[in-house]
Every structure is written in C-alpha cells, then in structure tokens.
C-alpha cells in the first residue's frame, strides 16, 4: 500500500491539472465563442437585408430613409456622420492626450503624476449618458453663442465630447508606454547635449511609438463606437455633409433609434439594424489590422 501512495497521488494531481486546465480552456473559449456567435447572427441578418436590397446602391446612395415611404439605403449618410464626431474627437484627444502623456513621463514630478492619473481615470468611468448632456446643456450653448447659425444639435459638440471622453485613454496608455522606454536612452540623449523635450519628442515618443499608436487605435475605435454622446448631442438627421455645425446621424445612433422597438421584427427596417452593425464591425476591424501592421512595423525592442 506504501509503495502505491505516490502512484496515487501522481494520479489524483494529473486529474486535478487536467481539470483546472479545461475550467480555464473554458473560460478562454467564452470570449471566442461570443465573438463567433455575434459574427454569425450579424452575417445571417446581413445577408437577408442584401437579398431585398443591392449592395451597390448600399455603398453608392447619398440618401439614409430606410422608414420613410420611398425608401432609401445609403450608408454613406451615416458614416459620414460617424467619421465627422470621429475625426472631430481625435483632433481634440490625440493632441492633448499625447501631450498630457509627455507631461506626465517626462515633466512631471512623481506627487503630481500619482494625483493626475488618477484623475485621468476617474474622467474614464463617467458614464456617457452624462458627457451627452454635458454636451447638449453645456457646451452647445457656448457653440451657438460662436457661432450662431449652429443647430441645437450639431457635430461639433459631440466631437467635443467625444475627445474629452477618449483624451484619458490616450493619456494613461501613451504615458505608461513612453515610461517603459529605458532611462539608458534618455541618460546618453542627455549626454549629447539634448534638451529635456528633445529628448521627450525626438527619443522618447518614437521609442515608444508601438504604444502610443495602439492607444490612437483604443480610442478612435471608442469614438466610433459611442452611443449615447452622439444621440444625445448630435441629432438624428442622416445626411451627407462636412459642416460640424449641422445635425448628423451616425451608425451606433441609428441603432438606438431602431432598437427603440418601434419596427417591426423580420422587415427589411429591422434588417437595416445588422446591415449597419456589419458595416461598424468591418470599419473597426479594418482600422484595428491596420494598427496592428503599423505597430509590428515600428515596434523597438531593448
């Protein structure tokens, strides 16, 4: 019996370890399988809405009013909107929220950087239904009194918002990326006679550079993907136009809007639901392979 304990026990702890591996297999198949799922009832959906509708005047109309009587699908309207608060929010946050990230890493003492980021994140967990009416009692009155031809609900307070809203996610993860650049850097920049933000812009950010692109890529696709801002301040006309004055409509908006149950299951206005949702899965997934590319490109190793 004494010779078969470690028998025994070898056998009981391959059992154990066999166990715990598939419990984590399963955890880690979740994430995958949702995804999976989610891709699938998208695809499924699609593909009806396709069948009614061409995918050519889906690319190509300038008109979005798949409610109205004469019925139109154009999805340009929407993505204009979408890339007008994006691109918007990403002139507010990437300049300041790198510009805060240099400060942070390279300025700043230590008493104040363990104040500030701490700030930073608590700006990140304000829910957003908040920010959309900070932009809609706050900072659109001030954008009228500017400019006074600016609709109640326009673009340019929600790109406002926006940034403001993605400006901590830039900020937290540039700076903790340009901290992991070695001091050794820093130390012979120095030795060659370079000023602090010589050093802070010509070594440090292109160090660091793999990082702070994938913060850019975090939040624009936080930006594109924003719900509650965008319905809140910048309105619910689809229309095709550059102007950050004008109401717009984006994708994720839309989606609010038809989610609201309004329309009826299984018609072609409830498919235009998952058309959208497949147009804002491909646009994020293009932009997250390209950052990936840019990243491995750039990428320095020490």
């Not at 959208?276 to 994020?284: E, I, Q, S």
Request: net charge neutral.
């Amino acid at each position: 019996m004494t010779n078969n304990q470690p028998i025994v026990a070898k056998k009981t702890k391959n059992k154990r370890d066999f166990g715990i591996r598939s419990f984590l297999l399963l955890c880690a198949s979740v994430s995958i399988l949702t995804t999976v799922g989610i891709v699938f009832e998208l695809l499924f959906e699609t593909i009806n809405f396709f069948r009614e509708v061409s995918l050519f005047d889906f690319l190509t109309d300038t008109e979005w009013s798949p409610t109205f009587q004469d019925k139109h699908f154009g999805i340009l309207t929407l993505l204009s909107g979408s890339f007008l608060i994006t691109l918007g929010a990403s002139l507010v946050a990437l300049p300041f929220g790198l510009a805060t990230a240099i400060y942070l890493s390279e300025y700043a003492p230590d008493r104040v950087r363990r104040t500030i980021k701490p700030i930073l994140e608590i700006l990140a967990g304000v829910p957003t239904i908040v920010y959309g009416f900070f932009a809609l009692t706050f900072v659109t009155p001030i954008i009228r009194a500017i400019f006074p031809t600016a609709g109640v609900f326009n673009a340019l307070s929600a790109s406002i918002v926006v940034g403001i809203m993605i400006l901590p996610m830039v900020a937290s993860l540039s700076e903790d990326a340009m901290v992991a650049v070695p001091r050794s850097l820093r130390d012979g920049a120095y030795a060659l006679g370079a000023t602090k933000m010589e050093v802070a812009t010509k070594v440090v950010v292109p160090a660091g550079l793999s990082g702070i692109i994938a913060s850019f890529v975090l939040a624009l696709s936080r930006a594109i993907g924003e719900t509650m801002i965008v319905t809140i301040a910048a309105g619910a006309t689809p229309k095709l136009t550059l102007n950050p004055l004008e109401s717009v409509q984006t994708m994720t908006a839309y989606i609010v809007q038809v989610s609201l149950g309004d329309i009826q299951h299984g018609t072609i206005e409830y498919r235009t639901l998952f058309a959208v949702g497949m147009t804002l899965f491909l646009l994020t997934l293009l932009i997250n392979i390209i950052a990936q590319w840019i990243t491995r490109r750039y990428r320095e190793e020490y």
